[in-house]
């Protein structure tokens, strides 16, 4: 089964520190990766998909990176601001079982970013 | 629509009611997904539907969960004599196809009393 791992679980800042948050996969045979944005009680927001042909993905102050041999993708946050606070998901999307596709969460970084 | 639309928003059932969840996914997307998601956690799978099929329902967690898509579009998700565990909030995701990106719905939190 696959196995998405996001360190660090918590993560709490001043405003306008530059942070990195993790997402680790154990399946190199990957179709995509997603991030995503949660407010309390809210739904999911896309941030950024990665695609398994790319590298990196750039939106606004936001950065992904893929490493498919490692397993591993980045979200970069440049100068953090009390709106970034919510938790952050990374999605892992690769070939299953029946041919099914089912994307695969990790447990998410909760981010605070205080004045 | 414009995004993925669930309803309700809330819903407060009594141990034992079955309840039923609405998913209105993207027009056109053929990709759709069910999520349950505790609290303080992260979103586990549930079931999947490419179009009318219900490809994969390895997730479901009992018997008392039972999800269809008689159309290929609106999703229903109905959970059968509900127990407190089943408390949690239900997430819909639909996507074009198979390897791209979705979008998810606010989706629906269920309190079981």
């Known amino acids: 089964k696959q196995e998405v791992t996001q360190i660090p679980a918590a993560l709490s800042v001043p405003e306008g520190e530059n942070l990195v948050l993790n997402c680790s996969f154990t399946?190199?045979?990957?179709?995509?990766l997603q991030w995503f944005r949660q407010d309390p009680g809210k739904g999911l927001t896309s941030l950024l998909l990665?695609?398994?042909?790319?590298r990196e993905q750039t939106s606004g102050r936001l950065n992904a990176s893929l490493d498919k041999s490692s397993g591993r993708s980045t979200l970069y946050i440049a100068a953090s601001q009390p709106g970034d606070s919510a938790t952050y998901l990374c999605?892992?999307?690769?070939?299953?079982?029946?041919?099914?596709?089912?994307?695969?969460f990790g447990r998410g970084t909760s981010l605070i970013v205080h004045p | 629509g414009a995004g993925v639309s669930q309803s309700p928003r809330y819903k407060v059932a009594k141990r034992g009611q079955d309840v039923a969840l609405r998913c209105d996914p993207i027009?056109?997307?053929?990709?759709l997904f069910w999520y349950q998601q505790a609290l303080g956690q992260g979103p586990e799978f549930l079931t999947y539907?490419?179009?009318?099929?219900?490809?994969?329902k390895s997730g479901l967690p009992s018997d008392r969960f039972f999800a269809e898509r008689p159309e290929g579009s609106v999703s229903t998700l109905k959970i059968q004599r509900t127990q407190q565990e089943d408390s949690a909030v239900y997430l819909c995701?639909?996507?074009?196809?198979?390897?791209?990106?979705?979008?998810f719905g606010s989706g629906t939190r269920l309190t079981v009393v």
């Open positions: 995701a639909s996507s074009i196809g198979t390897s791209g990106g979705y979008t």
């Open positions: 399946d190199s045979a990957i179709y995509n």
């Open positions: 990665i695609q398994s042909s790319q």
């Open positions: 999605a892992f999307r690769g070939p299953a079982s029946g041919g099914s596709y089912i994307p695969t």
């Open positions: 027009s056109g997307h053929v990709s």
């Open positions: 539907f490419q179009n009318e099929a219900q490809l994969d």
